[in-house]
């Protein structure tokens, strides 16, 4: 398995407040688990688009 940065809590992200109220719990799993990381080491990004390659990215994930 790979070793992938993981954040314990949505929170450590400095936009976490842009994060709707109703997919907090899964971006919580998400990133706890290693499917998906931060745009940067402090921003999520929750509000941005995912592009196709971020999207590979996180299936290969879900596949592994």
């Not at 709707?20 to 706890?32: G, L, V």
Request: charged share 30%.
């Amino acid at each position: 398995s790979k070793n992938i940065d993981k954040k314990n809590d949505l929170k450590e992200y400095s936009d976490s407040d842009d994060v709707a109220e109703w997919a907090k719990e899964a971006i919580d799993f998400a990133t706890m688990s290693g499917l998906m990381n931060g745009m940067s080491e402090d921003v999520f990004n929750p509000k941005g688009m995912v592009t196709r390659a971020q999207a590979a990215v996180i299936l290969s994930r879900i596949i592994e």
